[in-house]
């Protein structure tokens, strides 16, 4: 006869498991200080061993990673021939830059105090688009700070121990900014949300037919409340795909697939600055 | 309780931790074809396989929540997507007579690409990632193909770790 062990001990620990994924939706203090205290004590630790095998890693990664160092270096050569041969797209890179390099001497972002971090490893499952970096609350940082680069947003603060942080990337499917066309101070405001690691970010909900034009700049909006500083460069919209019309009318009255590529390149992030900036509560 | 759970515990303990500290450390930038290795998926997939359902759902259940510690998706996520595979791959092993080496990178190999998938799909259903179709067999693929290659020294290591004292090594 089959023992009902297996099964008996089965359901006992899926109804833990799932005990504690409930406890944690609901937001249950204790738990949540057990798990950030565990997480400060084993930091250590995970520390000492990314030392240990720094050397197996970058051999590993010198030698996987020429073959993609040397299709993005023609992937470059491409664009910069592209971009010479075309003059209204050097010129319109060219006001964008020019528009961007005033941006980012703007308000917040230019009078914030800032924490200048190393990026000390990358995400550390598939699914997710983070990174982690060699500075904590010990330097001033909190939960939901902004990070960027030279190159614009790059994310939000998502946990803190005293020495690390863990930085939610903008393409993560978790992540949302309120943006507003750059040239347009005064421009209605939108949600862009992360679809997901390596993919363009997307404007949420429907918006009227030619609000938005292929290349146009986004800074973050700074609207009230907002988690971000103003002004911040986040991308430039490449692609607009207008919502089909209602039977009966001949064009498209909205857009509802408007993606953003990101100006900051999330996949080769050495450095990163985290703004000590807090919205006001 | 057998004599020497003492020590049966500390090595299984041992085997999760060091697993965890692998996978977050070394394998958060250790990609292959842009996929980082599932190192506690083939600790689960081997106690399966060596120990049966009921120590494959435990270590499973543990592996996962040390896991889900480092982890930004909801705490204990990831420990019922590894209990649930350790306890069917342990079922599979049940019903699978042959257990050569071959076999074994199979099963082992099979157990990963479900846990990718499971993992992935409650993901998906929580909201908690955006991951396309095709990115999650990528994954699983190559996951899989990983963790078949590392099932004969795995199995080894976790046939040490959950052996009972009086019995020896479990085949």
Same mark, same amino acid.
């Given at each position: 006869?089959?023992?009902?062990?297996?099964?008996?001990?089965?359901? *006992?620990?899926?109804?833990?498991?799932?005990?504690?994924?409930?406890?944690?939706?609901?937001?249950?203090?204790?738990?949540?200080?057990?798990?950030?205290?565990?997480?400060?004590?084993?930091?250590?630790? %995970?520390?000492?061993?990314?030392?240990?095998?720094?050397?197996?890693?970058? %051999?590993?990664?010198?030698?996987?990673?020429?073959?993609?160092?040397?299709?993005?270096?023609?992937?470059?050569?491409?664009?910069?021939?592209?971009?010479?041969?075309?003059?209204?797209?050097?010129?319109?890179?060219?006001?964008?830059?020019?528009?961007?390099?005033?941006?980012?001497?703007?308000?917040?972002? %230019?009078?914030?105090?800032?924490?200048?971090?190393?990026?000390?490893?990358?995400?550390?499952?598939?699914?997710?688009?983070?990174?982690?970096?060699?500075?904590?609350?010990?330097?001033?940082?909190?939960?939901?700070?902004?990070?960027?680069?030279?190159?614009?947003?790059?994310?939000?603060?998502?946990?803190?121990?005293?020495?690390?942080?863990?930085?939610?990337?903008?393409?993560?499917?978790?992540?949302?900014?309120? *943006?507003?066309?750059?040239?347009?101070?005064?421009?209605?405001?939108?949600?862009?949300?992360?679809?997901?690691?390596?993919?363009?970010?997307?404007?949420?909900?429907?918006?009227?037919?030619?609000?938005?034009?292929?290349?146009?700049?986004?800074?973050?909006?700074?609207?009230?409340?907002?988690?971000?500083?103003?002004?911040?460069?986040?991308?430039?919209?490449?692609?607009?795909?207008?919502?089909?019309?209602?039977?009966?009318?001949?064009?498209?009255?909205?857009?509802?697939?408007?993606?953003? %590529?990101?100006?900051?390149?999330?996949?080769?992030?050495?450095?990163?600055?985290?703004?000590?900036?807090?919205?006001?509560? | 309780?057998?004599?020497? +759970?003492?020590?049966?515990?500390?090595?299984?303990?041992?085997?999760?931790?060091?697993?965890?500290?692998? #996978?977050?450390?070394?394998?958060?930038?250790?990609?292959?074809?842009?996929?980082?290795?599932?190192?506690?998926?083939?600790?689960?997939?081997?106690?399966?396989?060596?120990?049966?359902?009921?120590?494959?759902?435990?270590?499973?259940? +543990?592996?996962?929540?040390?896991?889900?510690?480092?982890? #930004?998706?909801?705490?204990?996520?990831?420990?019922?997507?590894?209990?649930?595979?350790?306890?069917?791959?342990? #079922?599979?092993? #049940?019903?699978?007579?042959?257990?050569?080496?071959?076999?074994?990178?199979?099963?082992?190999?099979?157990?990963?690409?479900?846990?990718?998938?499971?993992?992935?799909?409650?993901?998906?259903?929580?909201? &908690?990632?955006?991951?396309?179709? +095709? &990115?999650?067999?990528?994954?699983?693929?190559?996951?899989?193909?990983?963790?078949?290659?590392?099932?004969?020294?795995?199995?080894?290591?976790?046939? +040490?770790?959950?052996?009972? &004292? &009086?019995?020896?090594?479990?085949?």
């Amino acid at each position: 006869m089959r023992s009902n062990r297996p099964r008996f001990v089965f359901l *006992v620990t899926v109804a833990t498991a799932v005990s504690l994924l409930t406890l944690d939706f609901r937001g249950f203090g204790p738990m949540r200080s057990v798990q950030s205290g565990l997480r400060v004590v084993t930091e250590p630790v %995970a520390d000492g061993v990314y030392w240990v095998f720094s050397p197996v890693r970058n %051999a590993w990664n010198g030698v996987w990673d020429h073959g993609d160092l040397a299709e993005e270096n023609a992937s470059l050569r491409q664009r910069i021939a592209e971009l010479e041969e075309n003059p209204a797209i050097e010129r319109r890179a060219s006001e964008q830059l020019e528009i961007l390099q005033g941006q980012l001497g703007l308000e917040a972002a %230019a009078t914030t105090e800032r924490v200048i971090a190393r990026v000390v490893s990358g995400p550390v499952s598939n699914l997710e688009s983070t990174i982690r970096i060699d500075r904590g609350s010990n330097h001033g940082i909190r939960r939901n700070m902004t990070v960027v680069t030279e190159q614009g947003l790059i994310g939000r603060v998502a946990e803190v121990t005293p020495t690390r942080s863990v930085i939610e990337l903008v393409d993560s499917s978790r992540f949302g900014v309120t *943006v507003r066309l750059a040239e347009e101070p005064a421009s209605p405001t939108f949600v862009l949300v992360g679809q997901g690691r390596g993919r363009p970010l997307r404007v949420q909900g429907e918006v009227p037919v030619g609000t938005f034009v292929n290349g146009a700049a986004l800074v973050t909006s700074g609207i009230e409340a907002s988690l971000y500083p103003p002004d911040l460069p986040v991308g430039a919209v490449v692609g607009v795909t207008e919502t089909p019309p209602p039977v009966g009318v001949v064009a498209a009255q909205t857009v509802d697939g408007v993606e953003v %590529a990101l100006f900051a390149d999330l996949a080769s992030l050495s450095y990163v600055t985290v703004l000590l900036w807090e919205p006001e509560p | 309780m057998t004599p020497g +759970w003492g020590r049966a515990l500390l090595r299984a303990v041992v085997v999760i931790v060091s697993a965890v500290l692998l #996978q977050v450390t070394l394998m958060a930038d250790l990609g292959l074809l842009g996929v980082r290795p599932e190192l506690l998926l083939l600790v689960v997939g081997a106690t399966a396989l060596v120990a049966g359902p009921a120590k494959g759902c435990v270590i499973g259940f +543990w592996a996962g929540l040390a896991y889900d510690l480092f982890l #930004q998706t909801p705490f204990g996520m990831v420990a019922l997507v590894y209990t649930v595979v350790g306890y069917l791959a342990g #079922q599979t092993r #049940q019903v699978v007579v042959d257990h050569h080496g071959s076999v074994r990178a199979g099963l082992v190999a099979g157990t990963t690409v479900v846990g990718v998938v499971l993992h992935a799909g409650v993901a998906l259903l929580l909201d &908690e990632t955006a991951i396309s179709a +095709w &990115e999650i067999i990528r994954f699983a693929v190559v996951a899989g193909f990983v963790n078949g290659a590392l099932a004969r020294p795995a199995v080894r290591v976790v046939g +040490w770790a959950v052996r009972d &004292e &009086e019995r020896g090594v479990p085949r």
